[in-house]
């Protein structure tokens, strides 16, 4: 059955540090990931999709992800964080069965 | 211009009363979904709708009923309101299942007192 699994529930940095939010998928077949940014009180925005060929790739806010098969890993990176990120990250993939499976959040507090 | 809009942004409610949620997407896409997020922020999916067509249809109680007039619009329906209901519930489209990202609405917050 296909799973994400997001180790970290809650991760505190400061601002303009370095940020790693994990992520690592079970799926039988080459998987559909995605990241997911969702502010306090506010829908989810896609931050970044890898679909296939570079296994890095780069979204939107200064987001980056790689996706690494031999780990089954999708982690999320920014080199330099800022007080906007904070906010709750999903990873997710998909879709074999045509839906999304969701991690369960990790939840990003900055300090200044 | 808001891409994927839900009516009400907050219900609160008594048990056994029945609500709706609206949702609406400007997009063009051809597929709309329907999550529930409980709080503990756990993300499921319940219904997704292609063309108007119910192609997902998740371990949801009978009393939840999703109804799509139109590709642009997906309403969901919940009669006999449960405790267990209260949730945020979010509305999502995509140009077409599987490879496509979906865009997200900015949630409706239920509350079953």
């Known amino acids: 059955a296909q799973s994400v699994t997001q180790p970290d529930i809650h991760i505190t940095v400061s601002e303009g540090a370095s940020l790693e939010l994990r992520c690592n998928y079970s799926?039988?077949?080459?998987?559909?990931l995605f990241w997911y940014v969702q502010s306090p009180g506010q829908g989810l925005q896609l931050l970044l999709k890898?679909?296939?060929?570079?296994?890095l790739v780069q979204g939107i806010k200064g987001f980056e992800a790689e996706f690494k098969r031999s780990q089954s890993s999708f982690n999320l990176r920014k080199p330099s964080v800022h007080w906007s990120d904070a906010a709750e990250y999903f990873c997710?993939?998909?879709?074999?069965?045509?839906?999304?499976?969701f991690g369960t959040g990790t939840r990003l507090q900055v300090f200044p | 211009d808001t891409a994927v809009s839900q009516t009400p942004k907050y219900l609160v409610t008594q048990m056994g009363n029945d609500k709706s949620i609206k949702c609406e997407q400007n997009?063009?896409?051809?597929?709309m979904y329907w999550y529930k997020q409980d709080s503990k922020k756990f993300l499921k999916i319940m219904f997704s709708?292609?063309?108007?067509?119910?192609?997902i249809n998740e371990t949801v109680p009978n009393r939840f009923s999703p109804k799509s007039p139109d590709k642009a619009h997906l309403n969901l329906h919940i009669n006999s309101l449960e405790l267990g209901d209260s949730a945020v519930y979010f509305c999502?489209?995509?140009?077409?299942?599987?490879?496509?990202?979906?865009?997200f609405g900015p949630g409706t917050r239920l509350t079953v007192t």
């Open positions: 999502a489209s995509s140009r077409g299942t599987r490879e496509y990202e979906q865009y």
């Open positions: 799926y039988g077949a080459t998987p559909y």
């Open positions: 890898y679909f296939s060929g570079d296994t």
């Open positions: 997710a993939v998909g879709p074999q069965t045509d839906k999304l499976i």
């Open positions: 997009l063009g896409h051809d597929t």
């Open positions: 709708y292609n063309n108007k067509e119910l192609i």
